[in-house]
């Protein structure tokens, strides 16, 4: 079975700090990954995909993720937070997209 | 170039109403896809599409039918509303099964 654990439905950093939000993943198969992100009130954009490829994948807005096959992780980091960062994130696995549940990320001024 | 739409945007149904929701893409996309959004859930899939003609079962299909009789529509219909029907539905189109384009979303209320 497939499924997809986000590890905090709030994440709340100072404007300048480090992101982190956490994913872990079940698959079967080799998986493929992928971050979305949704704006307030918006359709959901896709951020960045891992696709057997290179573990480190960056994405758009200064965001990057690290496929770890031992941890069953793909975490999804961006060195300094920006206000206009404050979404919801999702993660989801492979070609149907099993969604997590969605990471608030909420930042402090 | 306007994307994935969706019609209408809100709704507000009474229990054992129909409706149908239309999502057009003009990306000439191949793979097209019905979500349910619920609070604390993320998304869930409906039903889908992978060409003209064809539809398969999602995650949640049950109280929903769907058709793709033109590759740029995909209609997704409820025959009879359910209170449980209640979410945010969206719309969303790919040439490459894992690179989406969303549509803005429907909100629809059955009462």
């Known amino acids: 079975a497939q499924s997809v654990t986000q590890l905090g439905s709030h994440v709340s950093v100072s404007e300048g700090a480090l992101v982190l939000l956490r994913c872990n993943y079940s698959?079967?198969?080799?998986?493929?990954l992928f971050w979305y992100v949704q704006y307030p009130n918006q359709g959901l954009q896709l951020l960045l995909k891992y696709t057997s490829a290179a573990t480190l994948v960056k994405g758009i807005n200064g965001f990057e993720a690290e496929f770890k096959k031992s941890e069953t992780s793909f975490h999804l980091t961006k060195p300094s937070a920006h206000m206009s960062d404050a979404a919801e994130y999702f993660c989801?696995?492979?070609?149907?997209?099993?969604w997590g549940a969605g990471t608030k990320l909420i930042i402090k001024p | 170039n306007a994307g994935v739409t969706q019609t209408p945007k809100f709704r507000v149904l009474k229990t054992g109403q129909s409706m149908t929701l239309l999502c057009a893409q003009d990306m000439n996309h191949e793979y097209m896809y019905w979500y349910r959004q619920d609070p604390g859930m993320g998304l869930r899939l409906i039903h889908y599409?992978?060409?003209?003609?064809?539809?398969a079962k999602g995650e949640v299909p049950d109280g929903y039918n769907v058709s793709r009789l033109k590759k740029q529509n995909f209609l997704l219909g409820l025959e009879s509303a359910a209170p449980s029907q209640t979410s945010v539905y969206f719309c969303a189109s790919a040439q490459h099964p894992y690179e989406q384009y969303f549509g803005p979303g429907t909100r629809l209320t059955v009462t």
């Open positions: 599409s992978v060409g003209e003609g064809t539809t």
């Open positions: 698959s079967s198969v080799p998986p493929y």
């Open positions: 989801a696995v492979n070609y149907q997209l099993i």
